[in-house]
């Protein structure tokens, strides 16, 4: 899995301003993990950020060094680069109530 990028946009109404979320998922290879996590990954983006999201795969067997800049130490890692602050969430995403508070989506209760 090579790095990549995912974007989805729509159009806005003219003088709304669009808040753009810059996701960064760490994967390792083409792993059942890895696929999971993008594949939820995704899915929620289309639920809850339609239209107002970009997704940056780094697959780090390809490109290890690219870790370092956000301390990955586990994979998958989602990074939310923006809106600030950042924020990280470890794993596979499959548990979505727990990624919608970690993306602040959505409160914790």
Known sequence: MKT??????????????AKIWKLRLYVAGQTTKS?????????????HLKGRYSIEVIDLVEQPQLSKGDQILAIPTLVRKLPQPVRKIIGDLSDTERVL????????D
Request: charged letters at 25%.
């Open 35 to 47: 696929l999971t996590a993008f594949g939820n990954l995704k899915q929620i983006c289309e639920s």
């Open 101 to 108: 508070v970690g993306l602040d989506l959505r409160a914790a």
């Open 4 to 17: 990549s990028t995912v974007r989805r946009r729509e159009s806005i109404a003219v003088g709304a301003p």
